[in-house]
């Protein structure tokens, strides 16, 4: 009926009317299928009323049973008279279906839910954190960790994910760090594509991909002292140069729709800053998805003090180039009489209105509301066999061996009995980490019990608390010695628990909360082999912990196969390759500490430590814990006869590594540039490329580096980019701090 109805109207605007197209996703229709599409879009454009408009505009969220999401009779009613026109945290086939039912058989206009929901790290299945999985530095990986994602989530009826996060944190107290990529823009770009894809996939009207989501736009990962939704005050170059740059590559990897963050930049809250939204999003990138606000962030305009009524911060929003108020009624109570008063235009409520129809058109959802209610599809292809075995997989590659003193680990074959002592140690909950959308925790493999399946009965497997994460419980101690004292092997499994990194997470002292210090002192004073695998969302300043003679694996918060993958990595079945992506901090007091600074007019010398007018403090090395792009194997690797080549436009840069350890490994191979003489200042060292290799124990690679002359562009006082002639040094290495260099020279 709906189908037919739309196709008459177009049939008689055929040709009268002027056709303007906003593409959602990668992939270009034919212009037949766009102009018919536009038609239908207009059409209904026009037969709504300012209500049903506002209602496209308007998002909710539902509610939570003990059983499951619900919604409340007021959103169902306000379904039925078109003022909700999506709705988030609404899923499984049934209960979408009902939504969805509501909307096309009882609203006059029959036009379909969206359903959003945050789907962050996997949507049944979880995999690891996306700071654990960003360690991998396996774009095809991180890419089909959305796939499957959306394969499962749009199976349970949603078909937009608030996702990818891609802000760039360089201050680990921030607790939001576990939801991106880390600190550098340039793996932060590669990273968001690679997300973008997996979640859109090659065509938004299948019916397995959904829309993606960039957040939060802009600069959120940059709040003064790490504190969430804190003021973030930063240059236009640094702006520019370092936190934009991933969400515009989200755009060019085709992303349909892009969140506002909470923060204000240079005195303007995102979700009513016109520069952000319409200047530079929608005139300088061209964006043609839709913008939303992030949770009632146009009413937070009171707060911030830039409207004095929800009525005016409103007005401030639509006017910026806010299309839908996610959560707060103010587009629902206010619009209207905005709109009598003169303070906004139908012009406006329309782009709005068709940027947003437009998307839920490209998914298919016109063609067909409930494609995405597919009870068959919800039971055959959630939690699959390949999607766990992929899961295990991603936690053992987003695993970062931080230290190995002797070599520890692997844990030896001739261990015949081990003690697993620590609070994360057999705790499901904490697996899944924060954001887990509909991850049952249940479902989690903790490393209890991935040891235990593991090593089956050839080891015997003793395991304690010891303490609590968090608190001054000692009672513990004891237990947790005696079973030490029985067994060859001892794995502490320390760290935060899921819940201390996220939203509304920043920690002022980052480093082991509670007692687990002091436990794991007491435990290697026994002089038992000790092996920590650290469970955590953001680095942390684990300065006392590496003090100590441990082995140190940085397990990050594995998801549903935590426990398996973790145990993988822990007895040598995989070699680790994970490298850091944002540095760890000796302490609180280095924040902000990230490799790509700036060598400042007096910078420290390690020839001459002791020198006193330099930029360095008196208590501290400048140095990182453990710089950007840090990672070990069980074996090692060497880097020698470093070459650069500059011929036109092209720059070569060709590098040797050895496996020089006794087993075979990955190596994440890094390339970073400097630029010695600028025009500004330039960093010490910058990202421009990797190569994630497998080298055969005993044997050499040769890698080659391709750059070209834009990949040395940036960005000048005048805000455009552009590389500058000169001297500069390509450094290759196993990180940022360990690596060796060559120069070239650019006419
Ligand atoms: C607030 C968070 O900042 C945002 O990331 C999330 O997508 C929304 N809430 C919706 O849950």
Redesign the pocket.
Known sequence: MLKTSYLKIAGTLLGLLIVTFSAVGQITPPQSKVSQENIKIDALIKQMTLNEKIGQLSLFTSDWDVTGPSLNDNYKKMIKEGKAGSI??AYTVDYVRELQRIAMEQSRLKIPLLFGY?VIHGHRTIFPIPLGQACSWDMAAIEQVERIAAVEATAEGINWT?AP?VDIARDPRWGRVAEGAGEDTWLGCKIAAARVKGFQGKDLAANNTMLACA??FAAYGAPQAGRDYNTVDISQLSLYEWYLPPYKACLDAGIGSV?TS?NEIAGVPSTSNKWLLTDLLRKDWHFKGFVVT??GSINELLAHGVAGSIKDAAQLSLNAGVDMD?QGSAYLNSLDSLLKEKKITMIRIDEAVRVVLEAKMKLGLFDDPYRYCNKARQEKEIMTPEAIAFARKMVSESCVLLKNPNHILPVPATVRSIAIIGPLGDSKKDMLGNWSAAGNWEKCVTLVEGIRSKVKDNVVIYYEKGCNTNDEDRSGFDAALKIVAKADFVILALGENGWMSG?ASSRSHIDLPGVQNELAEAIVKTGKPVAVALFNGRPLAITKLNSLPVAILETWFGGTQAGTGIADVLFGDVNPSGKLTMTFPRNEGQVPVFYNAKNTGRPYRASEPDAKYVSRYLDCSNDPLFPFGYGLSYTTFSYFNLTTAVAGNKITVTVQIGNTGSRDGEEVVQLYVQDNVGSITRPVKELKGFQKVMIKKGETKTLTFNLTLDDLAFYHPDLKKFWEPGEFTAFVGTNSAETISNSFRIR
Request: a negative charge; aromatic letters at 30%; charged letters at 30%.
């Open positions: 988030f945290n945050d608030f996060m957040k939060h969140m909470f992030d949770y996610m939203e």
